[in-house]
């Protein structure tokens, strides 16, 4: 019996107690002493409102009652916050794992390991394949450049100062630290390192002095933020690979933005004259789909001499019509250097300077977000041979099939054919031809501790 029908029963109890029925009233009314009218109307009211007190306690509880039976019953999974509250000693939670990037802080760390296969169709016997600056060896497996970065970007609202290093190894940083001038020294394995300062003009300038890459060219050092594998001849020949000495970058808003420039010179850390090398760039995104940049430097480049002066024009133009579609061209020209035609006992230059020019385009067409297809044709004149050591010039196509095996993964087939005027492209144990055709198959693994926050 619930709490509802005991309270029924008491009701009852007390209308039987307290009110007697008409009949026994009517044999006992003889012997009783009849009650004053007014103690009668006193009584029965003070009876009423108990009964009416009852009533309201009795539908409560069965309202109460009705509830706690469609209520379910939490699992120990769904226990209310309210039942959270209990006299058991509370328990410890356990400390969370500290991340690599708590610990870290605002330095970031990331990285990849680049390495391919390279099939070379004219078998040269020395298994290298010519006019190639980082995928040089042929029909072997080969290591392309495993790179490590440890980054600081400079902050206003906490820390204006930050630096940049980044360390390498493999056939790409040996390919940009072999032409300084004092070889394969203490920068070996540095590709970069700069400190840079956030200065408190305008939206803010950033001041970096060190080594940096040259913000020449449309592609770079690291194949994953390139739309090809292999580098064009462009990137190769018509321009440095970096710079050591001052640099300063100043956005205005996000359409426009300058760069300027003080250093020693092309792919060197020692400076091999007493002159210096400078240089701005012009960014313009005049629309979201649209980009511009052009790039010019000038300064003495030869050991000594610092009357003749290198000069370099450089302009690189996006354009995306759509997510998934994009458009680079590239165009380069040089000239200034003098040929040297005796050393001793001062050097003599040559009456005229060199030049070379060139230029590449680009396609770039994403499928879904795993693959992605890129073609790239490239036309390069060494007019005078001064980059390439012969008088010439190259005509190029490259396709590429790019696919990404998982987040981290980054796979690509590539097969490019290389053809020059002349036979400079060697076959077999020596034989002279005038075109090269190679396939390649590579694969990056990245890494990046900023994911992780």
């Keep these: 019996m619930n709490r509802a029908s005991w309270v029924i029963v008491a009701v009852l109890g007390f209308c039987v107690a307290f009110v007697p029925p008409p009949l026994c009233r009517a044999q006992n009314q003889s012997s009783a002493i009849e009650p004053a009218p007014s103690e009668i109307s006193q009584r029965m009211q003070e009876l009423e409102k108990q009964v009416s007190d009852l009533r309201s306690e009795l539908a409560a509880l069965k309202q109460n009652d009705s509830m706690a039976s469609n209520t379910k019953t939490p699992t120990p999974t769904e226990v209310p916050q309210s039942n959270l509250v209990t006299t058991a000693p509370a328990t410890t939670s356990p400390t969370p794992a500290m991340s690599i990037a708590s610990l870290l802080g605002p330095t970031s760390v990331s990285g990849f390991v680049d390495t391919y296969y390279n099939y070379n169709s004219n078998q040269p016997s020395s298994r290298t394949n010519g006019f190639r600056s980082f995928d040089v060896a042929s029909n072997q497996f080969a290591l392309n450049l495993v790179e490590l970065v440890v980054d600081k970007t400079p902050d206003p609202a906490n820390s204006r100062t930050g630096y940049h290093i980044a360390l390498g190894f493999g056939q790409a940083i040996n390919a940009v630290n072999g032409s300084d001038p004092g070889g394969l020294g203490f920068d070996q394995y540095l590709k970069e390192a700069y400190f840079s300062y956030l200065a408190p003009v305008g939206k803010g300038l950033q001041i970096d002095a060190g080594k940096f890459v040259t913000p020449h060219g449309a592609e770079v050092i690291e194949t994953k933020d390139d739309w090809n594998y292999s580098r064009d001849l462009l990137f190769s020949y018509a321009i440095p690979y970096f710079h050591y000495g001052l640099r300063a970058k100043y956005?205005?808003?996000?359409?426009?933005?300058?760069?300027?420039?003080?250093?020693?010179?092309?792919?060197?850390?020692?400076?091999?004259?007493?002159?210096?090398?400078?240089?701005?760039?012009?960014?313009?995104?005049?629309?979201?789909?649209?980009?511009?940049?052009?790039?010019?430097?000038?300064?003495?480049?030869?050991?000594?001499?610092?009357?003749?002066?290198?000069?370099?024009?450089?302009?690189?133009?996006?354009?995306?019509?759509?997510?998934?579609?994009?458009?680079?061209?590239?165009?380069?020209?040089?000239?200034?250097?003098?040929?040297?035609?005796?050393?001793?006992?001062?050097?003599?230059?040559?009456?005229?300077?060199?030049?070379?020019?060139?230029?590449?385009?680009?396609?770039?067409?994403?499928?879904?977000?795993?693959?992605?297809?890129?073609?790239?044709?490239?036309?390069?004149?060494?007019?005078?041979?001064?980059?390439?050591?012969?008088?010439?010039?190259?005509?190029?196509?490259?396709?590429?099939?790019?696919?990404?095996?998982?987040?981290?993964?980054?796979?690509?087939?590539?097969?490019?054919?290389?053809?020059?005027?002349?036979?400079?492209?060697?076959?077999?144990?020596?034989?002279?031809?005038?075109?090269?055709?190679?396939?390649?198959?590579?694969?990056?693994?990245?890494?990046?501790?900023?994911?992780?926050?």
Excluded: C
Excluded at 284 to 289: D, S
Excluded at 308 to 313: A, C, D, G, K
């Design 251 to 453: 956005a205005f808003n996000d359409k426009y933005s300058v760069t300027g420039f003080v250093v020693n010179g092309w792919n060197n850390i020692v400076e091999n004259n007493t002159g210096k090398t400078y240089g701005a760039s012009f960014g313009w995104n005049p629309t979201k789909k649209v980009g511009f940049i052009q790039n010019y430097m000038a300064g003495p480049e030869q050991t000594n001499d610092n009357s003749n002066w290198r000069q370099l024009w450089d302009t690189v133009i996006t354009y995306s019509p759509t997510s998934k579609l994009s458009f680079t061209v590239n165009g380069d020209y040089g000239r200034g250097d003098h040929p040297i035609l005796a050393t001793s006992p001062t050097l003599i230059f040559g009456p005229k300077p060199v030049f070379w020019t060139g230029v590449a385009a680009y396609v770039k067409y994403a499928l879904n977000d795993k693959y992605t297809v890129v073609s790239r044709y490239e036309y390069y004149d060494d007019h005078d041979g001064f980059t390439t050591g012969t008088p010439q010039h190259f005509n190029g196509i490259t396709g590429t099939f790019q696919r990404m095996i998982a987040s981290h993964i980054m796979s690509r087939l590539e097969f490019r054919r290389d053809m020059s005027n002349l036979p400079t492209f060697v076959k077999g144990n020596g034989l002279p031809v005038t075109a090269q055709n190679t396939m390649t198959a590579g694969v990056v693994f990245m890494f990046d501790s900023r994911e992780a926050r």
